[in-house]
Nanobody, 121 residues
Framework: QVQLVESGGGLVQAGGSLRLSCAAS????????MAWYRQAPGKERELVAS???????IYADFAKGRFTISRDNAKNTVYLQMDSLKPEDTAVYYC???????????????WGQGTQVTVSS
């Protein structure tokens, strides 16, 4: 079983920064792509950014130029550096990972429990 443990959320003023972390633990052969999603009250969950094991990244338009996703493969950890935060960034941020249980098996989709990010104006 694979677990994703997120940390780093909290309350910050507009214009401030936060860094989210998400570490994968448990039984798996490899962690492939990792990503951050967010869900604001009354809205659907949306992709913030994703990163492949090789470091290729994709960003949502709202994240470009303000957020940076990175990962440490040795630690099976993904990070999200969020700068110039806006009140509209307020949401629960979820970590997602595509894990491979053993060599040759397919991918499993794993989600973290979510961490609250609140940006005050």
């Amino acid at each position: 079983q694979v677990q994703l443990v997120e940390s780093g959320g909290g309350l910050v003023q507009a214009g401030g920064s936060l860094r989210l972390s998400c570490a994968a633990s448990g039984s798996f052969f490899r962690v492939n792509a990792m990503a951050w999603y967010r869900q604001a009250p009354g809205k659907e969950r949306e992709l913030v950014a994703s990163i492949t094991r090789g470091g290729s990244t994709i960003y949502a338009d709202f994240a470009k130029g303000r957020f940076t996703i990175s990962r440490d493969n040795a630690k099976n950890t993904v990070y999200l550096q969020m700068d110039s935060l806006k009140p509209e960034d307020t949401a629960v941020y979820y970590c997602n990972a595509k894990t491979v249980r053993y060599y040759g098996s397919g991918e499993n989709d794993v989600w973290g429990q979510g961490t609250q990010v609140t940006v005050s104006s």
